[in-house]
C-alpha cells in the first residue's frame, strides 16, 4: 500500500518553508501598515484642527440623523473640538517615524540582512511595550489586534534568523 504523508502534521505545519512564507507574508503585511503610516504621517501634517472638525462633522451628521446619541461620533467630535496644532504635529511626526523605521527594519529583512534580525526583534519588541502603554489610556482593540501582530511578527523573525544563521553556518563548513 502506498504511504502518504500527513500534510497537515506539526512537522509539515510548522517546515522551513510554511514559516518562511508565512514570514514574507507577515513582512508584506507590516510593511504596507508602514506605508499607510507614513502616508498618514504626511497628510496629517498638513491638516488644521478646523479642517479636521468640519470633515468629522459632515461624516458624523449622517450618524446623528439616524442615532441621536451615537458614543463614537460624540467622543469623535468631541476629540476634534479639542486638538492643537501642536498635537497634530505631534500625531503627524509620530506617525512618519514610526512608519519610516518599520519600513527600513522590514527591507533588512527582506533583503536578508542578519543584523537586522536582532534590531527588528528589538524595536518591535519596543513598540509592543508602548502600545501596550497606550492601551491603558484608550483602550483601542486595534492596539491589541497590532500588539498580536507583532508579537507574531517576532516569533517568526526568531524562526527566521535561526533557519538563515544555521543555513550560513551550513554553507560555510561546506
Known sequence: MLKMKN?????NLFGEKNVHAVFELSLLLKA?????EI?????????????LLNTLHR?????FIESR????ANYLLHAAQHLSISS????????FIHGAIKLWIIIGLWRKKLGYYPVA????????????YRYTFTHSLLLIL??????????????EYRRLRHEEKTCSEN
Not at 500534510?7 to 512537522?11: E, I
Not at 461624516?59 to 450618524?63: A, C, D, G, P, S
Not at 526583534?121 to 501596550?132: E, G, K, N, R, W
Not at 500588539?147 to 507574531?152: A, S
Request: hydrophobic content about 60%; aromatic content about 16%.
Open 7 to 11: 500534510r497537515f502534521s506539526s512537522k
Open 32 to 36: 504596507s501598515l508602514a506605508m499607510m
Open 39 to 51: 502616508i498618514a504621517g504626511v497628510l496629517t501634517y498638513f491638516v488644521t484642527p478646523q479642517f
Open 59 to 63: 461624516i458624523t451628521q449622517v450618524n
Open 69 to 72: 446619541g451615537d458614543i463614537i
Open 88 to 95: 497634530l504635529h505631534f500625531a503627524a511626526s509620530y506617525l
Open 121 to 132: 526583534v528589538a524595536v518591535f519588541s519596543l513598540f509592543i511595550v508602548y502600545q501596550l
Open 146 to 159: 497590532i500588539t498580536i501582530l507583532d508579537v507574531f511578527v517576532i516569533a517568526l523573525t526568531l524562526l
